[in-house]
């Protein structure tokens, strides 16, 4: 497994629509492993594929937060929301891609998701929590946006503009 480089904020490819996997094949298990990976490191919870410059439908998560709970590695292919609560959950989010910078945002409480696995079986499950929050930021990722897109066009260029200073000091470093 390698860890891949994680794309930051503004980059184009943070604002594409990702493609649909057609076949599960040997560059797509890797791609998941080594997403799960990175995103173990970072460390982080979610992570999708345009995330580290691929853009393909494929997202990791993992959710578990309780001390010494075992983890619960994730990795969606072409994942889908079914249904979504009428009833909303606030979280307080951040992306790997825009570091250190949080916001609240309001999303379904409850979703039921449907994706394939990397083995080819395909899945369907409600998630709720955290869990909803994060496969719904992700599945955000994967059709080009943030969670930044939520928020007041002035909160959002304020974030931006400091990603901007944040990239322009990681290119001198
Ligand atoms: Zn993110």
Redesign the pocket.
């Known amino acids: 497994m390698t860890l891949r480089p994680i794309l930051l904020h503004p980059d184009p490819r943070l604002k594409t629509r990702a493609a649909f996997v057609e076949t599960i094949d040997d560059d797509v298990r890797r791609l998941g492993e080594d997403m799960l990976e990175t995103m173990y490191a970072a460390p ?1 919870i ?3 594929a345009p ?1 580290v410059g691929v853009l393909s439908r494929v997202l990791v998560m993992d959710c578990v937060k309780e001390e010494g709970a075992a983890p619960r590695p994730m990795v969606l292919v072409n994942p889908a929301i079914e249904w979504a609560s009428d009833e909303l959950n606030t979280y307080e ?6 570091p250190e910078q949080f916001a609240d945002v309001d999303r379904p409480a409850e979703v039921e998701v449907s994706w394939t696995a990397l083995d080819g079986s395909a899945q369907r499950e409600r998630f709720s929590g955290l869990w909803a929050t994060c496969v719904q ?2 599945i ?2 994967l059709d080009g946006k ?2 930044i897109d939520y928020l007041k066009p002035l909160r959002r260029q304020m974030i931006t503009r400091r990603m901007q200073k944040l990239k322009r000091e990681k290119a001198r470093a």
């Open positions: 982080g979610g992570l999708a995330q989010e951040g992306c790997l891609s825009i930021h992700e955000d990722h943030l969670f």
